[in-house]
């Protein structure tokens, strides 16, 4: 709960270009990818609606008619709104901020198509809900212990204190814990934006120094999807429960 009230609206990144993903992005966007017999878009837009996520924009770039029509032939009780950035890759940061007058003004939940979460004993999008706190944060970002990132190579993201706070990698060490890419975010995060096309990472330092990032640690299981080589890996523990 977010002072009383449900989180109701996410945005959902899909724009782009799945290089990582090559051969299987030649001819389709990435977020279209299988794993388990079903696109990465379609995990994600599952969780969300198992979330209790009422609407859901979604950012194209990359082959963006296929995705489009793929979401209009959804059904679903979820609304799903397109933010258009053909024109120009926007990066996740920017593709927030011209996603917004869609996404409101309350905090939202912001999602990666290409990592696949699992919830644990708690939906995910309710226990960051539960954590949340506005006169404090202004993002709340689910964090995965490292041990548990399955099919991830990187040496961590961040540090979190017992508070919830959280900081980034030092160079050269290792972090305990790996953005899932999944968040909760106050439209405060997105003031002042430095160009059209940035990373999400300009807002998060912001938060940082002003003691506004915080993290919860998920419960459930996560795999980060981003080439062809993790689909086999994240489909025999899926399928091994």
């Not at 599952?46 to 008619?65: C, M, S, W």
């Not at 970002?141 to 990698?169: S, Y």
């Amino acid at each position: 709960m977010i002072n009383g009230t449900s989180v109701r609206t996410a945005m959902l990144m899909a724009a782009g270009l799945g290089k990582r993903m090559r051969p299987l992005t030649a001819t389709r966007p990435k977020p279209l990818v299988k794993v388990a017999g079903k696109p990465l878009l379609d995990h994600a837009l599952d969780r969300l609606e198992a979330g209790g996520i009422q609407k859901t924009v979604v950012n194209v770039h990359y082959l963006p008619d296929t995705l489009i029509a793929h979401v209009r032939a959804r059904k679903s009780p979820m609304e799903i709104l397109i933010s258009d950035e053909r024109d120009k890759l926007l990066e996740t940061g920017g593709g927030l901020v011209k996603a917004l007058p869609m996404l409101g003004e309350e905090p939202f939940i912001c999602a990666n198509s290409d990592n696949i979460w699992i919830d644990g004993p708690q939906d995910s999008i309710e226990m960051l809900s539960s954590h949340w706190d506005d006169e404090k944060m202004d993002a709340l970002l689910l964090l995965v212990p490292h041990a548990r990132a399955h099919c991830h190579k990187g040496p961590g993201d961040f540090h979190m204190d017992e508070m919830g706070r959280i900081t980034r990698r030092r160079s050269g060490r290792l972090a305990p814990f790996v953005f899932t890419g999944v968040q909760l975010l106050s439209p405060r995060l997105l003031r002042d934006p430095p160009g059209d096309a940035f990373s999400t990472n300009f807002f998060w330092s912001r938060a940082i120094e002003e003691g506004r990032l915080y993290g919860v640690s998920h419960e459930g299981l996560w795999f980060d999807v981003g080439s062809p080589a993790a689909i086999p890996k994240a489909e025999a523990i899926i399928a091994g429960g």
